[in-house]
C-alpha cells in the first residue's frame, strides 16, 4: 500500500472516467520503429493502430503522449534528428509537422497541454533541458531551463502539469531527482525529491488531484511512486503489483478520471498497465497491443466529451489573431452566408456585404473558412511535397502565394476568395473595382498581392 495516497485522495475526489474517456498509450514498436497508438475506453475495450503518417522514429527513442485542445500529440525525435508532432482530431484524423526549432533533441521527447499551449520538454544534445511551447497565437518558442541540476547524459525528463504549475521532473547527472516547475506569477523554481531508492532510467511525473506523483525504476528493479501534497509533503513507496519491469525500461504514470495508472515495458515485453483506483486499490492487467513495444511506454487521459472551451467570441480581431482554429473546427462557430462559410464574428457583415453588391448588380460567390487540413493539400498542390514545402517555406515562394499551414486567415474563416460566375475575382474587374470602394464599410480589406483574397486584417 502506498501510504498516504487514499487520504489525499479522498481530498480531491476526482470523477471516475467515463465510458467514452478514453486512456491512451503511445510507444515504438520493436523491429519497425512504427509509431503505435493504443487506446482503452469502458465503451470500446483496447483500439490499436499503426500511425500512419510522420517520419520514422529514431530505434533509441520512445514517443510522448499529451493532451493539447482537443487533440491527442505524439511527439518523438525521428531518426533524421526532427522533433515531430503528430496529432489526432475527432474530425480530422492524423495530422503530422516538424518542430522547426530548438537545440537538436536526444534521448526521449516528453510533452503536456499547459493552458494554451502545448509544451515539448527534452534533453538537448548539449545536455541543456530544453522547453518549446507552441501557442496558436505565437507559434513555436523554444526556451532553455536555466535552473536545475544538469539532466544525467543517459535520461530523458518528464513533463506534467499539477494544479496551475508547470513540472519538469528528470535523473540529474549526479542521481538525484529533481523537479522543476513554473508559475505564471513566480517563474521557474526547483527542488529535489527525496529519494526512495535510488533512481535508474527516467524519471515520469503527474499530477492526481491534489497530489503530485514522481515515479521511476529503482536501481534494485522495483517502481518507486513517491507522492507530494501541500499537506503531507513527500512520502514514498513502491507500486505493489504487476510484472516486473524490464531492467532497460521507465514507467510513465498519468491520472485517469480517479484512478492513477503507471504503465510500462515487463521483463517478458507485455506492456503493463498497474493502476490505482479508490475503490479496489493497486491492481494490474496487461494491455493486449498488436505491435511488440519496443522502449518505453507513454500515457494520457483524453476526456470525452472534451472539457468546455472559453466562449467563442463574436470580435473579428480577437480571431484573426488569437487563437480560433480549433474553435473553427469545431463546426459551431462558422456559419454559410450566400455560399461562403466564415466565422460567426464575420457573418453579419459578409451578409450585409453580398447583400449590397447584388444590388449593385454583383453577385459575389467565393470561399471562406477552411480546415488546416485542405490548407495541408494547398500547400502540397501549390508548394511542393516535401515536410519543408508544406510546413515551412515562405508562403511567397508557392504558385499561387500559400499561407503556411496554421497561418492562414482562411483557417479562422475570417478570409474569403471571392469569385463571380466561378472564377476569382480580377483587379480592374466591376467586382473587384466594387469591393475596393465598398469592402471597407464591412472591414474587410484586401491582399494586394492577391486581388481574390479579402480578409478580417488585410492578411
Ligand atoms: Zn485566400
Not at 394 to 408: D, I, L, V, W
Request: aromatic share 8%; proline share 7%; with cysteine.
Amino acid at each position: 500500500m502506498l501510504p498516504g495516497t487514499a487520504l489525499l485522495l479522498a481530498a480531491c475526489d476526482p470523477a471516475p472516467p467515463g465510458p467514452n474517456d478514453a486512456f491512451q498509450i503511445a510507444y515504438r514498436a520493436a523491429g519497425t520503429n512504427n509509431l503505435v497508438s493504443t487506446a482503452y475506453t469502458e465503451a470500446t475495450g483496447w483500439t490499436t493502430e499503426t500511425v500512419p503518417i510522420g517520419l520514422n522514429m529514431a530505434p533509441d527513442t520512445s514517443p510522448g503522449v499529451a493532451i493539447y485542445r482537443d487533440q491527442v500529440h505524439i511527439v518523438y525525435r525521428a531518426a533524421q534528428g526532427d522533433l515531430v508532432d503528430t496529432w489526432w482530431t475527432r474530425n480530422l484524423g492524423w495530422q503530422t509537422r516538424s518542430v522547426p526549432v530548438g537545440p537538436a533533441a536526444a534521448g526521449n521527447v516528453s510533452a503536456t497541454g499547459y493552458g494554451d499551449a502545448l509544451h515539448i520538454v527534452y534533453r538537448a544534445t548539449s545536455g541543456a533541458l530544453v522547453n518549446t511551447r507552441y501557442t496558436e497565437a505565437l507559434g513555436w518558442e523554444p526556451q532553455v531551463v536555466q535552473i536545475g541540476l544538469p539532466v544525467a547524459a543517459d535520461s530523458s525528463p518528464d513533463v506534467t502539469v499539477f494544479g496551475n504549475e508547470l513540472h519538469i521532473g528528470y535523473r540529474a547527472s549526479g542521481g538525484q531527482v529533481v523537479n522543476t516547475w513554473y508559475t505564471p506569477d513566480i517563474g521557474w523554481q526547483t527542488n529535489l525529491v527525496p529519494l526512495g531508492d535510488t533512481a535508474a532510467g527516467d524519471v515520469s511525473v503527474a499530477g492526481f488531484g491534489d497530489s503530485y506523483h514522481v515515479v521511476y525504476r529503482a536501481t534494485a528493479g522495483h517502481v518507486v511512486d513517491t507522492v507530494y501534497t501541500q499537506a503531507d509533503g513527500w512520502r514514498t513507496g513502491a507500486v505493489p503489483v504487476g510484472l516486473n519491469i524490464a531492467s532497460d525500461a521507465s514507467p510513465d504514470v498519468a491520472a485517469y478520471g480517479d484512478e492513477l495508472h503507471v504503465v510500462y515495458r515487463a521483463a517478458q515485453g507485455d506492456a503493463v498497465n498497474t493502476w490505482w483506483d479508490p475503490t479496489e486499490g493497486w491492481h494490474s492487467n496487461s494491455v493486449p497491443i498488436g505491435p511488440t513495444a519496443a522502449g518505453d511506454l507513454s500515457a494520457v487521459a483524453y476526456p470525452y466529451p472534451p472539457p468546455p472551451r472559453p466562449i467563442v467570441t463574436q470580435d473579428c480581431e480577437a480571431v484573426a489573431n488569437g487563437p480560433s482554429i480549433p474553435e473553427a473546427e469545431s463546426g459551431a462557430v462558422t456559419s454559410v452566408i450566400g455560399t461562403i462559410r466564415v466565422h460567426n464574428c464575420l457573418a453579419p457583415r459578409l451578409a450585409g456585404l453580398l447583400s449590397a453588391a447584388a444590388n449593385d448588380g454583383i453577385n459575389l460567390g467565393g470561399g471562406g473558412y477552411r480546415p488546416i487540413e485542405r490548407q495541408i493539400e494547398l500547400r502540397r498542390q501549390n508548394c511542393g511535397t516535401s515536410d519543408y514545402a508544406i510546413y515551412e517555406m515562405r508562403a511567397s515562394s508557392c504558385s499561387p502565394p500559400t499561407a503556411r499551414p496554421g497561418y492562414s486567415m482562411h483557417e479562422r474563416g475570417v478570409a474569403i476568395d471571392f469569385t463571380v460566375g466561378g472564377s476569382t475575382i480580377r483587379s480592374g474587374s466591376a467586382a473587384f473595382n466594387w469591393l475596393k470602394a465598398h469592402a471597407v464599410s464591412y472591414g474587410l480589406y484586401n491582399l494586394p498581392s492577391e486581388t481574390w483574397h479579402w480578409s478580417v486584417n488585410g492578411k
